[in-house]
């Protein structure tokens, strides 16, 4: 069965069909700004309750919670990089985030899954580039695990970066 793969433009705490969203949360996992903070604020205080039991977690790695207040089932939180100029790895920090969000999905048996544009808020990853990133990272991942998801949705909150996603998209996957 082929993955289906799209972008929509809109609010990802209230995207309706997913089995789960991912957050681009910080290493503390307690909650921020932009969608991180926007996820807690929609998921509710039992969402920060389980997140401080899980320790943090690192840039690139992926943990999964209850969605709570979320009209999906569960979160995977992961870590994207702070972009400091394309020299330190962040391009491949920033696959890391998809690839073990993705394996994180498989394990649970998700089928539906929902990702923002990682990085790209207050990490001020270049959004051309972390949708280059994004789409190589899940291209390699189905062809890995072909089948083994349903979907996979770009989230985008703004009309800019949806246009960037769609583009590379439509390149990468032949959309």
Known sequence: MKTKIQTVLGDITKIQGMDAI??????????????DGAIHRAA?????????LLGGCKTG???????YGLPC?????????????????EAGLLASCYQNSLDIAVKKGIKKIAFPSISTGIYHFPVELAAESAAAAVKQFLLEHDGALDEITWVLFDTRTKLIYDSVVSREFGR
Do not use: D, F, M
Not at 61 to 67: D, E, I, N, R, W
Not at 74 to 80: F, K, L, N, Q, R
């Open 61 to 67: 790695q992926a943990k999964l919670t209850k969605g």
């Open 22 to 35: 991912v957050n681009a949360a910080n290493s503390s996992l307690l909650g921020g700004g932009g969608v």
């Open 44 to 52: 509710g205080k039992e969402l920060l309750a389980e997140c401080r």
């Open 73 to 89: 089932t569960y979160i995977i939180h992961t870590v994207g990089p702070v972009w400091n100029g394309g020299t330190h790895n």
